[in-house]
């Protein structure tokens, strides 16, 4: 069974620091892996995506995520936060399209706050 | 490009009442359509998603059910809640572009059971 691990519950940066967020999978073959945000009270909104390729990819808002296939993990960084990046961020793992429904197995989220 | 719209957005009921949140979605035919509950401090869980009209699976045992009367509209349904029923709840589809196994998210119901 696919399963996500993110370690930290909480995280807290100053504006302009550095971010990583950790994400640990678990899966039986080359997973799918995402990279979602959510605002408090919105929907999930996709930060980036890894099929296959390059096993660093760049999303939206100046994220990038490396795939480390021998780790099992996709951290997700940006090199400086800014305070509009407090948010939840949750890592998801699934499958390659079969043609029936792909259901993404999702962690439990990391809250990340920004300090002026 | 797809648009989901979840209603209502909030919403606060008694324990034992009944429960009935839709969502609909534009710009894309036969999708597959999920529902998803996100309780406080904890991430999403997959409740039930749909292949298409009349096809639902169940993946949580529970109070819930759901149902596809028509290609773009998803409902999430309950004869009597609980108060373990409340929860924010997200309706998604997938997948979302082609060659893709990505889901979409609509903005949420977020759900109060006093």
């Known amino acids: 069974a696919q399963s996500v691990t993110q370690p930290d519950i909480h995280i807290t940066v100053s504006e302009g620091a550095s971010l990583e967020l950790r994400c640990n999978y678990s899966?039986?073959?080359?997973?799918?892996l995402f990279w979602y945000v959510q605002s408090p009270g919105q929907g999930l909104q996709l930060l980036l995506k890894y099929f296959s390729g390059d096993t660093l990819v760049q999303g939206i808002k100046g994220f990038e995520a490396e795939f480390k296939r021998s780790q099992s993990s996709f951290n997700l960084r940006k090199p400086s936060v800014h305070w509009s990046d407090a948010a939840e961020y949750f890592c998801?793992?699934?499958?390659?399209?079969?043609?029936?429904?792909?259901?993404?197995?999702f962690g439990t989220g990391t809250r990340l706050q920004v300090t002026l | 490009s797809q648009t989901i719209h979840q209603w209502p957005a909030t919403l606060v009921q008694p324990v034992g009442s009944p429960l009935s949140l839709e969502c609909t979605v534009e710009g894309t035919s036969n999708p597959n359509l999920y529902w998803y509950r996100q309780a406080a401090g904890r991430g999403l869980q997959l409740l039930f998603y749909s292949v298409g009209i009349g096809q639902i699976s169940s993946e949580v045992p529970q109070n819930l059910s759901a149902s596809r009367p028509q290609d773009r509209q998803f409902i999430l349904s309950s004869k009597k809640l609980l108060l373990s029923d409340s929860g924010f709840y997200l309706c998604?589809?997938?997948?979302?572009?082609?060659?893709?196994?990505?889901?979409?998210f609509g903005p949420g119901t977020r759900l109060t059971v006093l």
């Open positions: 998604a589809l997938g997948p979302w572009t082609s060659g893709s196994n990505e889901q979409f």
């Open positions: 998801a793992v699934g499958p390659s399209l079969t043609g029936t429904a792909s259901k993404l197995t």
């Open positions: 899966y039986g073959a080359t997973p799918y």
